[in-house]
């Protein structure tokens, strides 16, 4: 049974009407929005497992290429790779891994191209070290010293500072540079950890050039005769 609606009731009514006329339409958009929203990042989150999922069996055909030394299905697959995937850390990962792989296998045009690639497009610090100091030994077996230092310029993050460091100061030390190798070398000794094994090497570096970096200076050079003259 029907019921007529007091005036309070009425008057309630009328002003739910008026404020959904006024407001009903932005209300409706918000709510389209947030359930927009939503279901965009569900359909990012099912997206990014699928590109995981899909990079990660792809990494596999790079990883099966390395160990059987398949370079041609090496190139297909990196390539493969560097275009579906590239913003992965699969694809960082399998750039690496080809590197190493050419190298051994003394393709190394290809390998510093890998290396070349890691080092400009990934956006992971630690891969992009990684890729620039071994980019930097291939350019300086190549001889291109000053390729080779242009890699190892510029900041690293900290754990690879001193690699950097020695790096550098060894390819001063191949152009006979060895005021700046010293330098390079103390950086070095000082950024790694006393109970690191590596410092031991760069101290070895730093003695054959005539320093101990415990006592924190160069060996004095051995004094000029001064005996007098004889005079006829």
């Keep these: 049974m029907s019921q007529h609606l007091d005036l309070e009731e009425q008057e309630q009514l009328e002003e739910l009407k ?8 932005l209300i409706s958009w918000i709510l389209i929005a947030v359930m927009g929203s939503y279901a965009a ?3 990012y989150q ?3 497992r699928s590109q995981a999922a ?13 160990q059987d030394s398949d370079l041609t299905k090496l190139d297909r697959a990196l390539a493969d790779m560097k275009d579906k995937f590239a913003g992965t850390s699969y694809a960082q990962q399998a750039a690496l891994l080809a590197a190493k792989t050419y190298h051994d296998r003394g393709n190394i045009d290809a390998a510093k191209a890998a290396l070349a690639w890691v080092a400009e497009k990934s956006s992971d610090q630690g891969y992009q070290s990684i890729a620039r100091l071994r980019l930097a030994g291939e350019l300086a077996q190549a001889k291109a010293y000053d390729e080779a230092a242009k890699q190892l ?8 500072a001193p ?4 790096r550098l100061g060894d390819i001063y030390l191949l152009q006979d540079k060895k005021d700046q190798a010293r330098l390079e070398f103390e950086k070095a000794y000082k950024g790694f950890e006393d109970q690191v094994d590596y410092r031991r090497l760069v101290e070895v570096k730093l003695n054959a050039l005539g320093v101990d970096p415990k006592a924190g200076a160069s060996a004095a050079p051995a004094p000029a005769s001064s005996a007098p003259e004889t005079r006829k």
């Design 18 to 25: 008026h404020f959904w006329k006024q407001y009903g339409n």
């Design 41 to 43: 990042w569900n359909g």
């Design 46 to 48: 099912y997206w990014q």
């Design 54 to 66: 899909q990079s990660s069996a792809m990494y596999d055909e790079v990883e099966r290429a390395a």
């Design 153 to 160: 310029s510029g900041s690293f993050p900290k754990e690879f």
């Design 163 to 166: 690699l950097a460091a020695d």
